[in-house]
T-cell receptor, first 115, second 110 residues
Framework: DADVTQTPRNRITKTGKRIMLECSQT?????MYWYRQDPGLGLRLIYY???????NKGEISDGYSVSRQAQAKFSLSLESAIPNQTALYFC??????????????FGPGTRLTVL | RKEVEQDPGPFNVPEGATVAFNCTYS??????FFWYRQDCRKEPKLLMS???SGNEDGRFTAQLNRASQYISLLIRDSKLSDSATYLC???????????FGRGTSLIVHP
């Protein structure tokens, strides 16, 4: 089984709908992240969480919210989806920093289309 | 100036060629450096960490130049399966979030 899973893998929705993307991990990592990827723009950080009680905004948090339900679960919500939120969304995890080992492990991605 | 910059390419090379990518970073306090590989529409995966002394993994060699603030990735004897986007990642460590470059596209053709 994959260490980092995302559901759904693909979603098509309409403008104004509320959408939740879910991420689960079995790696036992404290840190979890949500990114979006758009062609030509690379990965951009939306939110991140260093533990269950810690939530931080990333580079592009407007229009998104998150919930860290447990160490293993980190959900991303689009309260009212808009077409420019069409993108590939990745969840990632990492362990607490130990020199040179803050490697991030990514889920398979969720392809979201907002019509 | 962007924190982490990469030439987007694409680098179009024949099988067997040697190809090198560079990545520059702006923060001299950066502590950790990585190369990730991303196949089309797939998740990024760690290719290798980059150590101060440089490191090699088979056909792949990564080097760090702190004085000039860049890291490099050298791929020898390119294979068709090396076709992918290579992401440079730089981290300040601790509670800082790693910064990803936009990636360099490599296409290896027969």
């Amino acid at each position: 089984d994959a260490d980092v899973t995302q559901t759904p893998r693909n979603r098509i929705t309409k403008t104004g709908k509320r959408i939740m993307l879910e991420c689960s991990q079995t790696k036992g990592h404290d840190r979890m992240y949500w990114y979006r990827q758009d062609p030509g723009l690379g990965l951009r950080l939306i939110y991140y969480s260093f533990d269950v009680k810690d939530i931080n905004k990333g580079e592009i948090s407007d229009g998104y919210s998150v919930s860290r339900q447990a160490q293993a679960k980190f959900s991303l919500s689009l309260e009212s989806a808009i077409p420019n939120q069409t993108a590939l969304y990745f969840c990632a995890t990492s362990d607490k920093y130990t020199a040179g080992t803050d490697t991030q492990y990514f889920g398979p991605g969720t392809r979201l289309t907002v019509l | 100036r962007k924190e982490v910059e990469q030439d987007p390419g694409p680098f179009n090379v024949p099988e067997g060629a040697t190809v090198a990518f560079n990545c520059t970073y702006s923060n001299s306090a950066s502590q950790s450096f990585f190369w990730y590989r991303q196949d089309c529409r797939k998740e990024p995966k760690l290719l290798m960490s980059v150590y101060s002394s440089g490191n090699e993994d088979g056909r792949f060699t990564a080097q760090l130049n702190r004085a000039s603030q860049y890291i490099s990735l050298l791929i020898r004897d390119s294979k068709l399966s090396d076709s992918a986007t290579y992401l440079c990642v730089v981290s300040l460590g601790g509670s800082y979030i790693p910064t990803f470059g936009r990636g360099t596209s490599l296409i290896v053709h027969p």
